[in-house]
């Protein structure tokens, strides 16, 4: 705290130390897309309904709409920016790709962590827990349909390929 | 938001102390998922947050002589995951699983759930069947309320200006009494309930020696079917008419509303399926034990 | 529950569509039209691409969350615009004083609608302001704008703003609207735009039919709720060329409305649209654009809105309720032999993209069945409520929902399948339409063929 109502945190994000000075009330969302330039993590409705702005935080899904950037210090971030890039793709993005499950796009990197929360924790979900899952994520779109196969289909097959203890 | 101050103590004293030095200036953040979108949504917010995620009793849940206890700060989804609570009480986790989605579980707590006190509050019904008590601390010291008397109204708790809920306690008599619950929502995610209701029952030498039935979103606050309670009590176990009975007459006890989501007759049909299946399910539940 | 229409009605309607002002004269159909060969398109034969997968190509930055929308953009000494929205359904503004406003900490500067060059702009009629200016029709009306160096600035210099307003009775209800009793929203009369389409002779149809079946139908206000709400930045390029950023998706015509309400020629407007997250129709029109522009050009600085969730729900557009009059007489071998409609969509507080969907209602009212005597009424009439426009389907899903329905009425109430009875009267190859265009590639009868059995439609039943 430096006691002109600007706190300095310091987290880590997807890996990297990261550093910010930020006002109170300022969201983990503001701050990974307004200090870090991490744009990837969506502004859909700032209540924590549509689940855009899903990140994973200690390993765990939140909305970062909801979370004071402040309460993320120390504490270890992983947004869609820390999944893969444009030459290296996380499992669950080929499979997003290879099956066109997005249109506009803009619930993807909620859609994709809460995705990935899912496979670390139950890496053989049924189609009623991947539904579960995703419930926190609305997409206006799609109808979630080929989100759900491409889930399936990575699980599928990784079934063989990844151990219990290894996240997809 | 507007911007306000923000402490974090790292203990229930120095919490308290706040409290009490600040008054209605300071709100306490637990889970930030109602206090966050209140703070949204106005120009007068507190001066002062408070983030309790820090303070080391408001955590953990355990065994105690008195019973199971729960912090308040334990989060939906550790609910969900607690091996005490599906040992002890496992309808608490049917009832932790309708909440919001995976995002607010994980970071909604079981007490925020509590003292903000909407009527449809999802954990309120089950912990009502449980006889729950919840205990509150200010700087002059503890005390203990059961639930019910807890609840005041909508968003209104016995809670004091200056206190903070610490935790809440399952007395041991209602440990590993079978207890069934049923949310109803126009969706089976982030829905809010039309209608939720618990019911537990406890069987000796084939009859139903004790029951308590609870319902939610349906009145004020949670509510005891008490007559509908009263009708079950001593009925042997099997007799499904008294079960209808005492459905219709849960019915009756209830003050639904009319709202652009269901209308009060709808949720009067909600309240008398949802209680003959709570009943059935618990005392199914009794006798295979 | 069925709504039969009186002859006082009737008489009613004809009043009402006496004084309404009809923008096209009906089309009338002659009986007999000559018969066009249809165009069967052939798969792989006229173009190789047709039939083959594609990956879309915006996938892959999609899925590493680096498709750039319009909210990640931000430029150095960007300031945030906020709109301060009516208080009232119904009102006329007697002052605006921003003397508190302007001086908050943050704020560079107001804007006001008597600022804008020509405050009025719209997809057909050009009857809605960027920022009202003497009176408000609704509660999503723009009255002030206030750029901020902050978001957080610029809404709580919106709370200093003081507007002195006279509130007006209001009118919610688009048949109370059409009255002549009703609050007038903009002329002396709030149906603003109506569409006829007769043909043959319903009265001696309905003459000649076995059954007549009468009913309203109604839908309600449905909101796009596209997951990204819209967002807009304006900037001056260094020689004085406006370079707007926008979630628009209509380009051109946004550079052409523009154009009008900031009084600058076209060619000097820039409009850089992206990647949209969900438009489904309500993004269609411009918003905060012009307001933007004039802040930007006071401030000398970049300038970005974005619509909260709220504002999405009130201050976009939404999709037309109906009520719809259906009024079908029927042979006893259940053919349909006149069908007459009169439909009133509730046209919110602007007309937007009504006379669309007035248009297209009308022409797909009597639905895709072979009805010798049509006839069909649409009107488009103001409420004081939040703006109708477009929406996928443009008034279509309304009217399906009707006809539909009512076909499922009929067939239960003859006894009929109600597979059979659209088989009976479905548009066949070189069917006319009801605005007397001969359709060519119909595929109505086999597709309910091959529903019916893939569904086991047959084995179930009804």
């Known amino acids: 705290m430096r006691g002109d109502g600007v706190h300095e945190i310091e987290l880590t994000v997807n890996g990297v130390v990261r550093r910010a000075q930020v006002s109170p009330e300022t969201t983990l969302l503001a701050a990974l897309r307004d200090s870090w330039g991490l744009t990837g993590s969506k502004l859909g409705c700032d209540v924590g309904d549509c689940g855009a702005c899903t990140v994973l935080v200690d390993g765990l899904s939140i909305n970062s709409c909801l979370l004071l950037a402040v309460q993320a210090n120390g504490r270890d971030v992983v947004t869609i920016e820390g999944l893969g890039g444009f030459e290296y793709l996380h499992p669950l993005q080929a499979a997003f790709e290879r099956l066109s499950s997005y249109q506009c796009g803009f619930c993807a990197p909620g859609m994709i962590i809460s995705a990935k929360a899912l496979l670390d924790e139950n890496p053989a979900p049924t189609e009623l827990q991947i539904r579960e899952a995703l419930s926190g994520n609305l997409c206006r779109c799609t109808g979630y349909t080929k989100v759900i196969d491409a889930i399936t289909e990575v699980c599928r097959d990784h079934a063989g390929a990844v151990g219990v203890e290894q996240s997809v | ?289 | 529950m069925s709504r039969k229409i009186t002859d006082e009605k009737k008489a009613e309607g004809q009043k009402l569509l006496a004084a309404a002002p009809v923008t096209h004269p009906p089309a009338v159909v002659p009986d007999s039209l000559p018969s066009v060969p249809a165009l069967t398109p052939e798969v792989n034969k006229q173009t190789p691409a047709v039939g083959q997968r594609v990956a879309r190509p915006d996938i892959r930055t999609h899925v590493t969350g680096t498709t750039r929308y319009i909210d990640d953009l931000s430029f150095p000494g960007m300031l945030h615009c906020k709109i301060l929205r009516s208080a009232h359904a119904h009102a006329r503004i007697i002052s605006i004083d921003l003397s508190e406003a302007g001086n908050m900490p943050g704020v560079v500067a107001t804007l006001t609608g008597d600022e804008v060059p020509v405050n009025s702009f719209g997809s057909t009629y050009k009857d809605q302001p960027v920022l009202a200016a003497d009176r408000v029709r609704y509660r999503g009306d723009g009255v002030v704008a206030i750029a901020a160096e902050t978001e957080q600035q610029a809404l709580e210099a919106l709370a200093g703003v003081k507007v002195e307003y006279e509130p007006l009775p209001a009118v919610f209800d688009p048949l109370e609207a059409m009255g002549p009793e009703s609050p007038k929203i903009h002329r002396n009369n709030n149906v603003y735009t109506s569409k006829v389409i007769a043909r043959g002779d319903v009265d001696r149809g309905f003459e000649e039919s076995d059954h007549i079946f009468e009913r309203r139908y109604t839908t309600q206000m449905i909101e796009h709720v596209p997951l990204e709400p819209f967002a807009a930045i304006a900037l001056f390029e260094p020689d004085g060329q406006l370079h707007l950023y926008s979630t628009n998706g209509r380009i051109t015509l946004g550079r052409a409305d523009l154009a009008r309400t900031l009084n600058v020629p076209m060619n000097r407007i820039r409009l850089t649209a992206t990647i949209i997250g969900g438009n489904f129709g309500g993004k269609n029109e411009i918003r905060t654009e012009p307001i933007l522009a004039l802040l930007a050009k006071k401030t000398g600085r970049p300038v970005k809105a974005v619509y909260t969730r709220e504002e999405e729900f009130i201050a976009s557009t939404t999709r037309h309720p109906l009520v719809m009059d259906y009024k079908t007489g029927v042979a006893k071998d259940g053919r349909l032999l006149a069908r007459a409609v009169h439909l009133v969509l509730d046209g919110g507080a602007y007309a937007s993209w009504s006379e669309t969907t007035v248009g297209k209602a009308a022409i797909l009212a009597a639905g895709p069945y072979r009805i010798p005597n049509v006839r069909v009424e649409g009107h488009a009439v103001y409420t004081n409520k939040t703006v109708t426009g477009a929406m996928r389907g443009f008034g279509a899903p309304q009217v399906a929902f009707a006809y539909e329905s009512q076909m499922d009425e009929i067939a239960s109430s003859l006894g009929m399948d109600p597979l059979e009875i659209r088989m009976l009267n479905g548009f066949d190859e070189g069917s006319a339409s009801h605005t007397g265009q001969t359709l060519q590639a119909v595929a109505l009868k086999e597709t309910l063929l091959m529903a019916a059995k893939r569904s086991g439609w047959q084995e179930v039943g009804r």
């Open chain 2, 1 to 289: 938001m507007k911007t306000f101050e923000y402490i974090a103590p790292e203990s229930l004293d120095d919490a308290l102390e706040a409290m009490e030095r600040h008054g209605s200036d300071l709100k306490p953040l637990a889970g930030g998922t109602d206090l966050l979108v209140d703070l949204k949504h106005t120009l007068n917010g507190p001066r002062i947050v408070m983030d309790i995620s820090g303070v080391p009793e408001l955590r953990g849940i355990e065994e105690t002589p008195a019973g199971l206890r729960i912090g308040a700060m334990v989060t939906h989804t550790e609910i969900e995951q607690a091996p005490l609570i599906a040992e002890h009480a496992p309808a608490m986790i049917a009832a932790a699983v309708t909440i919001g989605a995976v995002q607010t579980r994980n970071m909604g707590t079981i007490g925020g759930n509590l003292v903000t006190c909407v009527p449809s509050l999802d954990s309120g019904p089950v912990l009502v069947a449980l006889d729950a008590l919840v205990t509150m601390a200010g700087v002059g010291g503890k005390r203990q309320l059961p639930l019910t008397e807890f609840f005041l109204g909508p968003r209104q708790t016995a809670l004091a200006p200056d206190e903070l809920l610490i935790d809440i306690l399952i007395p041991t008599a209602m440990l590993g009494r079978p207890t069934s619950f049923r949310k109803f929502g126009l969706r089976k995610g982030q829905a809010l309930a039309l209608v939720n209701v618990a019911a537990n029952v406890k069987v000796e030498e084939g009859r139903i020696a004790e029951t308590r039935i609870a319902l939610g979103a349906v009145s004020p606050t949670v509510i005891r079917a008490v007559n509908a309670e009263g009708i079950v009590t001593g009925k042997e176990v099997g007799d499904t008419a008294v079960l209808r009975e005492a459905a219709q007459t849960a019915v009756t006890e209830a003050r639904p509303i009319d709202d652009f989501r269901a209308s009060a007759a709808y949720r009067r049909e909600l309240i008398a399926v949802g209680t003959f299946r709570v009943l059935e399910e618990a005392l199914a539940q009794a006798t295979t034990a």
